[in-house]
């Protein structure tokens, strides 16, 4: 009995990890808007990997309002670069979830 109580608290236990939202593609944290004036500026930037990026909008099922948010957000998310990129360096996000503490 005492070895069957000793793996569903293992099994319990690592059912609440922070890796359950291990099927996206990276992390990252938006840092703030991008507040630049130019034709090509705008958006928030975000570091992914080691390297900021920036990006226009979030995908319609986000959890986040980064009207609202305080900076920086750590998230979840996948992505890809935008073929139409302007500066070369926006993405296009197709997935993303806020990291809550």
């Not at 293992?10 to 840092?31: P, Q, W, Y």
């Not at 309002?65 to 139409?84: M, R, S, T």
């Amino acid at each position: 009995m005492r070895k069957f109580l000793i793996v569903v608290t293992v099994i319990l236990i690592s059912a609440c990890s922070d890796e359950v939202n291990s099927d996206f593609k990276d992390m990252g944290i938006i840092t703030g808007e991008d507040f630049r004036r130019c034709m090509c500026c705008g958006g928030w930037f975000i570091d992914i990997n080691s390297e900021t990026y920036r990006f226009n909008k979030l995908p319609e099922n986000s959890n986040l309002d980064l009207n609202i948010e305080e900076f920086p957000i750590q998230v979840y998310l996948d992505w890809i670069a935008d073929e139409n990129a302007c500066l070369g360096d926006e993405i296009i996000i197709e997935r993303i979830e806020k990291i809550t503490p």
